[in-house]
C-alpha cells in the first residue's frame, strides 16, 4: 500500500511536469529577452517584459484577424442557438423519436474529419454558391458544424432537466405565442445551458485552423502561423493569451455543466 | 394545446436544422465519395490510387502516428487516473487533475506547436534542462518536426483524454465487488484480473478509439510544427485543394478525404459500441 502511493506520486508528479513545463516553456520565450542558450541561475528573473505581446496588439494584421475571430464566434453561436433551442425543444415537447434521430445527427461531425469537411464544401459551392467561398463568413456553417457534438450535448442536459411540458402548457394558456414561449419561458429557463453552448462555440472558432486555413481566412490561429516566422516572440505571447482564453471558457463550461446537472 | 402546434407545423419545425445539417454537412461528405469514386478514362480508380500509389505512405505515417500515441496516452493516462483513485484522499487533487485534464484533451492547434517548440525544439527549454543533467535528446537525433516529436506533442491531449474517459469508469467499480470478491478469498490480483479488468475493458478499448480517431483527425499541430510539410494525409490533402495539381489525378484528393472519412467512422462506431457496453455496468 504504501508502495503503491508512491507510485502513485510519482506518476502524478511526472505527468504534471510534462503537463507544465511547455507552457512555463511558452510563457519564457515570449516574456523575457534572453535566448536559451544564455539562460543561467544568474539570469532567470533577469529582463522579463510584456512588450512583445503588445507590438502584436498594434500590428494591424492582428487586429484584422483578432476582429475576424471575434466575429466569428458570435455569428457561430447565435447560428447554434437559432437552429438548436427552438428544434430541440420542439422534440423534447413532441416527439422523442425525433428526439433521437437528432442526437444521432449530433454525433455526426466527429465522423466527418474537418479536412474531408472543408473539401467537400469547397468543392460543392465554388460553382454553385461562390460567395459561401469568398465571404469570411462562409465559415459559420463549417463552424456550427464542427461544434455541433458538443453544443448538442449541453442544451440537451438543459431541456431534460427542465419539466418543459408544464412550462409551455402554461404559457401557452395564458395565450403566449409559440415565438414569446421560446424567448421568455423556454431560454431563460436554460440559461446555463446557452452560456455553456456558446462558450464552447468560442473555443471551437477560437482555436480552429483546418478549415480556415485551406479557405485562406486570416483567423486568429492563421495569423499565429503567419506571425511564427516574422515575429516569434509576439506570435507565442498572442498564442499564450488564446491558450488563457480557450482555458477559462473550458472551466466557465465545467462549472455551469454542474450546475446544469444538479 | 396539441392542435396549436398540428402535425404539419410539427414536421416543418425540424426543417431548418435538417436542411442546415443536409447542405453542409451531409451533401459535402457525399460531394467528396462521389468525386472520388468518378474515374476518368484512361485513369486508375482514385480510391484504389489513394492507397497503392505514392500516397500508401501518408496513410501508414498517419495511422502509426495515431496508433503509437494512442498506446502511449493510453497507459499513461490509465495511470493517471488509478492514481487518482490511489490518492482520493489527498483534497482537492482530484478536481485539480481531472479539471486540468479537461482543459488539456481540449487543446490543440498552433499554440500547442507553440509550446513545444519552446519546450523541445532545438533551442527549448527543457531541451536545455534536459541537457544540464546529461541527457542530450537533441543529440540523439530528437527533433520536435519528427515523427517521435510529433507523438510528444500529441499525448499532451492523448493523456489527459485518456484520464477522462477512464475516471468515471473506475468510479463505476463498485466497494461491494471488491469486498464481495474478497469475503469470498479472492487475492487483490484475482480480483483485478477476473472482476475489474474485465469489466473495465469495453471502456478501456473505447477511449483508445477514440483517442485514435483524434490523432488521425489533427491537423493543425503537425502543420505548425514542420511549417507546412508534413507527411500527415490532411496535409497531403491539402496541395490537392490548393494546387489542383498533378493533371489527370483531380480526383485523388477526394479519396484521400474519402479513405479519411471511412477510417474516423469505422474508428467512431468502434468506440461507440464499446461506451454502450462500458455502460451496462452503471445504474
Known sequence: ?262 | MASSLGQRTRHLAFLPYAVFLFIFLIWPGLYVFRQALNQSAGERNPMIEAVTGQYRSSFIFSLQLSFISSAIGLVIGSAVAIAIMQLADVRGLRNILVGYSSVAANMGGIPLAFAFLAAFGMQGLATRLLKEINIDIIGWGFKISDFWGIVLVYLYFQIPLMTLVLVPALDGLRRTWAEAAQSLGATVSQYWRFIALPILTPAILGGFLLLVANAFAAYATAYALSSGGSKLVPVQIRFFLQGETITGKSNLGYALAAWMVIITAMLVAGFQVMTRRAERWRQ
Open chain 1, 1 to 262: 500500500m504504501r508502495l503503491g502511493r508512491f507510485i502513485a506520486w510519482l506518476v502524478v508528479g511526472v505527468v504534471a511536469l510534462f503537463y507544465v513545463v511547455p507552457m512555463i516553456a511558452m510563457t519564457r520565450f515570449a516574456f523575457q529577452r534572453i535566448p536559451v542558450i544564455k539562460l543561467s541561475l544568474g539570469n532567470v528573473f533577469d529582463k522579463w517584459t510584456v512588450a512583445p505581446l503588445f507590438e502584436s496588439f498594434t500590428e494591424s494584421e492582428f487586429r484584422s484577424s483578432a476582429t475576424l475571430s471575434l466575429m466569428l464566434a458570435v455569428a457561430t453561436a447565435l447560428l447554434t442557438l437559432v437552429l438548436l433551442v427552438p428544434t430541440m425543444a420542439i422534440a423534447h415537447l413532441r416527439s422523442p423519436r425525433m428526439r433521437r434521430l437528432i442526437e444521432l445527427s449530433a454525433t455526426l461531425p466527429f465522423v466527418v474529419p474537418a479536412i474531408a469537411l472543408v473539401v467537400g464544401f469547397a468543392g460543392t459551392f465554388r460553382e454553385t454558391l461562390p460567395i459561401l467561398i469568398r465571404s469570411s463568413f462562409g465559415l459559420v456553417p463549417l463552424y456550427v458544424v464542427t461544434a455541433l457534438p458538443f453544443t448538442h450535448r449541453t442544451i440537451e442536459n438543459g431541456l431534460a432537466a427542465l419539466d418543459l411540458r408544464t412550462l409551455v402548457n402554461a404559457s401557452r394558456s395564458l395565450g403566449a405565442s409559440w415565438t414569446r414561449t421560446m424567448i421568455f419561458v423556454i431560454a431563460p429557463n436554460i440559461r446555463a445551458s446557452i452560456a455553456t453552448a456558446s462558450f464552447l462555440a468560442f473555443t471551437v472558432v477560437l482555436g480552429e485552423f483546418t478549415i480556415a486555413s485551406l479557405l485562406l481566412k486570416n483567423t486568429l490561429p492563421l495569423y499565429l502561423a503567419y506571425a511564427q516566422g516574422r515575429n516569434p516572440q509576439g506570435a507565442f505571447a498572442v498564442g499564450i493569451v488564446l491558450i488563457i482564453v480557450s482555458t477559462i471558457f473550458v472551466a466557465l463550461s465545467n462549472r455551469l455543466g454542474k450546475v446544469v446537472r444538479a
